[in-house]
C-alpha cells in the first residue's frame, strides 16, 4: 500500500478544498495518507519516506504562499544539514511527487500558476524525487475587495472555483497518477 503525504498550505480554503479530494481519491485506492497543512504545522518532516508526497498552496504574485516558501526554506536548510542535496540530485525510482496550486490568474492566467508550480518543485528535484505531475486549479478570490477579479480576468468568470468539475477532475487525476506509478499495489 502506498504511503502518501499530502502537504498544503491553504489561506482561505481554495487550496484545503484540493487538498481533500486528494486526500479523497488516495484513501479510495488503498493509500495510507498523512495530511498536513504547514500553515499549522512548521515541522521538518521525512520528505525520503513517502512514496508520493503531494504537495499545494495558493497563488501570491506568483509564488506559493509566505508560511509555504518558509517551510520549503526550512527544508531545504534541513536537507542540506543531513547531506541529502547531492550533486547531480540521483533519482530516487521509487518516489515521487506531485505539486498542485490554486490561483485566480487575474493579469496573466495561466502564466501566473507556472513559477509557484516550479518552486515547490524544485524542493523534491533537489532531492532526486521526480515530479510526476504539476495542476494548476483555478480558485476564486476570497477576499470582498478582490472579488471583482473574480469576473474580469484573464480566465473569464471563476466565481464559485473551484467548483465540483474541478474537484472531480483532481480526485480523478489523483486516482489516474497512483494508478499509473503503483500499479500492481492498487
Not at 11 to 16: A, H, R, S, W
Amino acid at each position: 500500500m502506498p504511503h502518501v503525504l499530502n502537504l498544503y498550505s491553504s489561506l482561505n480554503g481554495q487550496t484545503e478544498k484540493v487538498s481533500r479530494e486528494i486526500e479523497r481519491a488516495c484513501t479510495d485506492k488503498g493509500c495510507s495518507v498523512d495530511s498536513v497543512n504547514i500553515r499549522n504545522n512548521e515541522s521538518i518532516l521525512p520528505l525520503l519516506e513517502p512514496d508520493i508526497t503531494f504537495i499545494g498552496s495558493g497563488v501570491y504574485t506568483w509564488l506559493p504562499s509566505k508560511k509555504m516558501l518558509k517551510w520549503i526554506e526550512r527544508q531545504l536548510d534541513h536537507a542540506r544539514t543531513e547531506g541529502l542535496i547531492l550533486p547531480g540530485s540521483p533519482r530516487l525510482s521509487d518516489k515521487f511527487a506531485c505539486v498542485y496550486c490554486t490561483y485566480a490568474g487575474p493579469h496573466t492566467g495561466d502564466a501566473e500558476a507556472v513559477p509557484a508550480l516550479k518552486y515547490m518543485g524544485q524542493l523534491f528535484d533537489h532531492l532526486g524525487i521526480s515530479v510526476a505531475a504539476e495542476w494548476s486549479i483555478p480558485g476564486a478570490f476570497i477576499p470582498e475587495k478582490m472579488q471583482g477579479m473574480n469576473e474580469s480576468g484573464r480566465l473569464g468568470n471563476i466565481n464559485g472555483r473551484p467548483n465540483e468539475n474541478d474537484l472531480k477532475t483532481v480526485y480523478e487525476g489523483t486516482a489516474g497518477l497512483i494508478n499509473s506509478l503503483f500499479p500492481l499495489t492498487t
